[in-house]
């Protein structure tokens, strides 16, 4: 089944603490994303990888790290997490290097993330 | 840089009735437009997406959306609403912003309620 799986599903953890959540995709996209949701807000974008080793800044990238060493994985580092960090997070994929704005993006499940 | 409003936060419509979602975008050029739809718990599924051609489009579970340049509007419509269809629901535009952001700018969603 064509999906973008992330994990872990649900996360408390406290200020500081290094945390990563993993997302991964098995439809061989190349671009990939990361958004938050919070509410009242909707989602904004935090980082997006075009191709493997390529990634750039979003609108919100402010306390957060990705890396793209392999297609189908694109992690989220938070290296010093605050509670502005508590969210909703959500991991896309997109079949082309286009895709970010062009083509439907597929999202993961989401992870909720709680920072005391 | 892009931007998406939904005017209505929260939308009550009873079950078999009609229903029609706001969308307006502001953009210097023809958009890609999206409509999203987040069930609870879930992540984010494209209903259907606008790029050229014919200005109404169809989607999955019936509905539909039509892209009015003059307006700067993309709204969504269903002639007869479903209780499964309580959900929340987000317009996106895609674009290129230059130094900004690659991928969907997303409005902050419409929480849809159906009445028995």
């Known amino acids: 089944e064509a999906q973008v799986t992330q994990n872990p599903r649900y996360l408390i953890t406290v200020t500081g603490k290094k945390l990563t959540v993993t997302c991964s995709q098995n439809?061989?996209?190349?671009?990939m994303s990361w958004y938050r949701q919070d509410p009242g807000l909707g989602l904004r974008q935090i980082y997006y990888s075009m191709n493997v080793e390529v990634t750039d800044k979003g609108d919100v990238p402010e306390g957060y790290k990705v890396s793209r060493k392999e297609k189908r994985n694109f992690p989220l580092i938070l290296e010093s997490p605050s509670p502005n960090q508590t969210s909703l997070y959500f991991c896309?994929?997109?079949?082309?290097?286009?895709?970010?704005?062009?083509?439907?993006?597929?999202f993961g499940p989401g992870t909720r993330l709680t920072v005391l | 840089a892009q931007s998406v409003t939904q005017p209505d936060i929260h939308i009550t419509v009873s079950e078999g009735a009609s229903l029609e979602l706001r969308c307006n975008y502001s953009?210097?050029?023809?958009?890609?437009l999206f409509w999203y739809v987040q069930s609870p718990g879930q992540g984010l599924q494209l209903l259907l997406k606008?790029?050229?051609?014919?200005?109404l489009v169809q989607g999955i579970k019936g509905f539909e959306a039509e892209f009015k340049r003059s307006q700067s509007s993309f709204n969504l419509r269903k002639p007869s609403v479903h209780w499964s269809d309580a959900a929340e629901y987000f317009c996106a535009v895609g674009a290129r912003s230059g130094g900004g952001a690659d991928g969907l700018t997303f409005g902050k969603g419409t929480h849809l309620i159906i009445q028995p």
């Open positions: 953009y210097g050029a023809t958009p890609y």
């Open positions: 896309a994929s997109s079949l082309d290097r286009d895709g970010g704005a062009r083509n439907e993006q597929f």
């Open positions: 606008y790029f050229s051609g014919d200005t």
């Open positions: 439809m061989n996209h190349e671009y």
